[in-house]
């Protein structure tokens, strides 16, 4: 147990200018008795005020140094596939207490994520963003601060279970930063190319410009354009040679699609997810959903 709490509370229970009022009057009390009882008893009562006087300053002063310390920190938290039940519950303003501590935890913004198109599991990630207290700890081996909230070190990759009370979630820390913007807000409007390969036309035709993604009644994605070319096939002739031809129904398609992003000290993200060339990508406009790569951002 903590000396001096973060309230600044001695021991947890008692303030400590309320302890310091109730030692001095001790100390009063025990001088008065002195005055009575000779002039030695008077001086080692005096001894006893001076005595009680530091240790309570010495307890204000290591409250004051650990208050100061302490930072708000806003922590991304990706708690993967989840169940209707907690769909249905979680919520900006949930507060959630972390696990093996009385430390609590508050929702900030909330993100559901479509499942890729044909998985197994079918139910949405959601991605949460937090706002937690806590110290920048120095890690001298590494050069750089570690952020703890309560002894549990909050860092990027680390997992980490809240209890929301009626539900618990477990969730592993992609991101924290110092700012509060929300998933959704305090970045910026991003350009993404989207290649999606050997669609079926039922697909192709169903996709058109000027479809969106909605969370929670807020645009995340738009469709500007699409850029249609025929699919290739590798066929194998009989004696063995390899021939590229133009598939007879299925499609490539670029989708030019426009993303809400936010870029912190981790890089630029799209609903909590990093945002990068090369990684892939879902798209949920509502009648369908397509999972893709993402070939250009800007």
């Known amino acids: 147990m903590d000396v001096i709490n973060e309230d600044g509370d001695l021991f947890g229970t008692i303030n ?73 519950r979680i919520d900006e303003g949930n507060v959630g207490t972390l696990d093996g501590t009385d430390e609590t935890v508050t929702v900030t913004d909330v993100q559901i994520i479509p499942a890729r198109g044909g998985a197994d599991d079918d139910r949405p990630d959601v991605t949460l963003r937090t706002e937690v207290t806590g110290k920048p700890i120095p890690d001298d081996a590494h050069g750089r601060d570690r952020f703890q909230v309560t002894g549990t070190n909050f860092q990027l990759g680390n997992e980490i279970r809240l209890d929301m009370g009626p539900y618990t979630v477990t969730g592993m820390i992609t ?43 807020e ?40 993303l809400q992003t936010t870029v912190g000290e981790t890089g630029m993200r799209f609903r909590g997810q990093r945002l990068r060339v090369d990684s892939s990508i879902v798209l949920d406009f509502g009648s369908i959903t397509v999972d893709g790569t993402i070939t250009a951002i800007r």
Do not use: C, W
């Open 16 to 88: 400590v200018v309320d302890a310091l009022v109730v030692l001095v009057l001790m100390a009063v009390v025990i001088s008065g008795v002195a005055i009575v009882a000779g002039a030695f008893s008077v001086i080692a009562a005096f001894a006893v005020l001076l005595l009680l006087t530091a240790i309570v300053g010495g307890f204000t002063t290591i409250g004051a140094q650990d208050s100061t310390q302490l930072e708000r920190r806003y922590a991304t938290i990706e708690l993967e596939s989840q169940p209707d039940y907690v769909l249905e």
């Open 175 to 217: 991101d924290l930063e110092r700012e509060g913007a929300t998933l959704s807000e305090g970045g910026a409007t991003t350009t993404a190319h989207v290649d999606l390969k050997n669609v079926s036309p039922i697909v192709a035709n169903t996709l058109e410009a000027g479809m969106t993604e909605t969370t929670r009644g």
């Open 219 to 258: 645009t995340v994605a738009r469709l500007e354009s699409i850029e249609r070319k025929p699919a290739r096939l590798i066929l194998e002739s009989e004696d063995g040679e390899l021939h590229e031809r133009e598939h007879p129904r299925n499609v490539n398609l670029t989708l030019v699609v426009e």
